[in-house]
C-alpha cells in the first residue's frame, strides 16, 4: 500500500489512528509494561541492546547538560544516558504510569534518578528553551508527530539537539514487504508467548497499518526541515527499517 502524499500525511495518519491513540494505545502499554524490555528483546533476535547502542553512538553528550526522553517508556535512553555521562539531568515523560513505574525502578536499580513527568507529549510542560538535547525513541508512529516535533523544537535552547530513533518505511518496496511479513509474525509470536491481554492483541494490525502510513527516513528529514530545524541528518540500519535523525535547533531562533 502506498502512503499518502507527505503533504497531508499527518491529516491522513490522525482521521485513520487516532482512535487507536486516543483509547487503545494507554490500556496496551499498561497491559505490556512488565514485559515490555524482554518481548523487545525475544521479537528483535537479542538485538535490542544493540539497537540502542547504535543509537547512543548518535548522540553527543556533554557533563551537567538536560536531557529530556519524550514517550520515555521503561527508559531505556535515559539510563543509557546516564550511564555513559551520571552527571546529567535527565527527564521523562510518558503517558503510561505503567511504563514510567517499570522504568523508574530500572534507574533505582542502577543508582539513577530521572525526573517522571505523566501526560500527553503533544504538549510538553516544560517552558521554552530548556533543554540541551531531546530524545524520541520507538513512539512516533503513535503521534502527531508534526506537532510533538515543534513541541520539542519549543522546549529547546537554541543550538540544542534532537535525536530521533524509530521504525521507518523503508524506501524500498521489496524490502518493505519482508519487513511487515516479519513484524506480523513477531507481533502474534511474542503476543502468544507474553500472553498479552485482548486489546494489545487486537492492535496487531494497527502496528503495522501504522508503519505503511508513517515516514521513510528522507519524508521524515523533510518535515523535520519544515517545521524549523537545521542541520538535519540520518542515519539506518537494515536497509532503511530503523532510522536515525539528528536535528538541530536554529541558535537565532
Ligand atoms: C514503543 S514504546 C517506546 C518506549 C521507549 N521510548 C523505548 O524506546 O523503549 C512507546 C511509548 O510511547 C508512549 N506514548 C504513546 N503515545 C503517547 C503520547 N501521546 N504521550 C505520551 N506518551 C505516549 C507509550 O505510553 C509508550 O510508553
Known sequence: MSPPPIATREIAREERFNDVWSQQLDVVFADVAPYYDRANNVASLGLWNWFLSQFMSTIPIHPGERVLDVCAGTNAVGIALLAREPSLDVHAMDRSAEMQAVGQERARARGFHIHSTIGDVHELPFPDNHFDVVTLQFASRHLRIKRVASEILRVLKPGGRFHHCDMLRPANPAVEKMYYAY??????????????????????????????MFYSADELSLLLEEIGYRDVSYKTIFAGMIG????VKPTGS
Open 183 to 212: 513484524l506480523r509474525f513477531c507481533l502474534s509470536f511474542t503476543g502468544f508467548v507474553f500472553r498479552s491481554g485482548p486489546v494489545a492483541l487486537n492492535c496487531k494490525k494497527y502496528f503495522i497499518n501504522a508503519l505503511e
Open 244 to 247: 536515525m535523525h539528528r536535528a
